[in-house]
């Protein structure tokens, strides 16, 4: 059990509704950062709310949706320490908590059904970094951050 922050934009409200009554089944301690209606709202404020809980390390992983999940993608991978990916498939969501020690899923409200969005996060949370060679170009993502 661990606590997920996740965040949407007015786009991604009712998936995201979707996916913290399904964390919950999965026994999971969803963190709802909002918004709590469909009012509009700029991805990026609510995507620096869930990122900044997992950094923190309030949050074990962060799970952001918009309308594409482009631009919550965008901005969480500028924040120190997030690795995010955009994820349309459950592949996508193993192989990237594999091999890219992401710790934020993106997705897209507009282009990912409610059914495939919940089997996507399943797969997110219980992949696990594999190391070996990927530690190394993991690291010189990290090493990337130092220089900006
Ligand atoms: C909002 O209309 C839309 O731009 C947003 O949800 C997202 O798709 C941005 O990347």
């Known amino acids: 059990m661990a606590t997920i922050a996740i965040a949407s934009d007015h786009a991604g409200v009712a998936l995201k509704a979707e996916l913290v009554a399904e964390l919950s089944r999965l026994g999971q301690l969803p963190l709802d950062l909002g918004p709590a209606?469909?009012?509009?709202?700029?991805?990026?404020?609510?995507?620096?709310?869930?990122c900044t809980e997992v950094t923190a390390g309030r949050a074990a992983l962060g799970i952001l949706i918009c309308g594409t999940g482009i631009g919550m993608s965008?901005?969480?991978?500028?924040?120190?320490?997030?690795?995010?990916?955009?994820?349309?498939?459950?592949?996508?969501?193993?192989?990237?908590?594999?091999h890219n020690d992401a710790n934020v899923l993106c997705l897209g409200a507009r282009t990912t059904g409610g059914a495939l969005a919940c089997e996507i996060m399943k797969a997110?949370?219980?992949g696990s970094f594999e190391g070996g060679r990927h530690a190394k170009r993991v690291e010189k993502i990290t090493s990337l951050e130092a220089k900006r």
């Open 37 to 50: 209606d469909t009012t509009s709202v700029d991805y990026p404020d609510y995507a620096v709310k869930a």
């Open 74 to 98: 965008i901005t969480a991978n500028k924040v120190h320490g997030i690795r995010a990916a955009l994820c349309h498939s459950e592949l996508d969501a193993r192989a990237t908590r594999q």
């Open 124 to 126: 997110f949370l219980a």
